[in-house]
T-cell receptor
Framework: EAGVAQSPRYKIIEKRQSVAFWCNPI?????LYWYQQILGQGPKLLIQ????????DSQLPKDRFSAERLKGVDSTLKIQPAKLEDSAVYLC???????????????FGPGTRLTVL | GDSVTQMEGPVTLSEEAFLTINCTYT??????LFWYVQYPGEGLQLLLK?????DKGSNKGFEATYRKETTSFHLEKGSVQVSDSAVYFC????????????FGEGTQLTVNP
């Protein structure tokens, strides 16, 4: 079974530029998550989708970050304009949610390492 | 809100030593608890989990017990190997299926031969 795919793996940009990351979840996984992992810290959820709807974007800096999952499969996370403090690894994860279960495992992609200069 | 606290600082051990990485949490209700591992150059992988009080999660020789009375989920391994060198993250999620994961800050483990 193919895992969560992300691209690009690495990106270097100047501050105030724009950048976009792409994620393709595991086939059949309805729930998709984007996490930000700053160096030396644990991942922090930015946004969660259930199919093509947003479930939780409470920690997404909406003045510069946006995300979409138009067809309920792959997703794009965009930053515009980027700031120095956006330098981090952006992780995508997906899960097959069974609402009657107390937990559904999240599977993580390899991440995109963003450096903002 | 929910939070997870891990022991501070990197851990360096010799091969075959005993490992403990402390993890405590704050959450409403009864969360599910996890340990994730991140090997160099790789993505996050689920190491073990426990979904209710007194459950013990175990995998690859690692163990952790869900202690509601002390709100803890400490990771242990009786004899570490060089290949266990990685960053370990404690995490929790709410009881509703599909809930977000809240992570601790991670603990870098280095095992020397």
């Amino acid at each position: 079974e193919a895992g969560v795919a992300q691209s690009p793996r690495y990106k270097i940009i100047e501050k105030r530029q724009s950048v976009a990351f792409w994620c393709n979840p595991i086939s059949g996984h309805a729930t998709l998550y984007w996490y930000q992992q700053i160096l030396g810290q644990g991942p922090k959820l930015l946004i969660q989708f259930q199919n093509n709807g947003v479930v939780d974007d409470s920690q997404l800096p909406k003045d510069r970050f946006s995300a979409e999952r138009l067809k309920g499969v792959d997703s794009t996370l965009k930053i515009q304009p980027a700031k120095l403090e956006d330098s981090a690894v952006y992780l995508c994860a997906s899960s097959l949610v069974v609402w009657s279960s107390s937990y559904n495992e999240q599977f993580f992609g390899p991440g995109t390492r963003l450096t903002v200069l | 809100g929910d939070s997870v606290t891990q022991m501070e600082g990197p851990v360096t051990l010799s091969e075959e030593a005993f490992l403990t990485i402390n993890c405590t949490y704050t959450a409403t209700g009864y969360p599910s608890l996890f340990w994730y591992v991140q090997y160099p150059g790789e993505g996050l992988q689920l190491l073990l989990k426990a979904t209710k009080a007194d459950d013990k999660g175990s995998n690859k020789g690692f163990e952790a017990t869900y202690r509601k009375e002390t709100t803890s989920f400490h990771l242990e391994k009786g004899s570490v190997q060089v290949s266990d060198s990685a960053v370990y993250f404690c995490a929790l999620s709410g009881r509703i299926g599909g809930s977000r994961l809240t992570f601790g800050e991670g603990t870098q483990l280095t095992v020397n031969p």
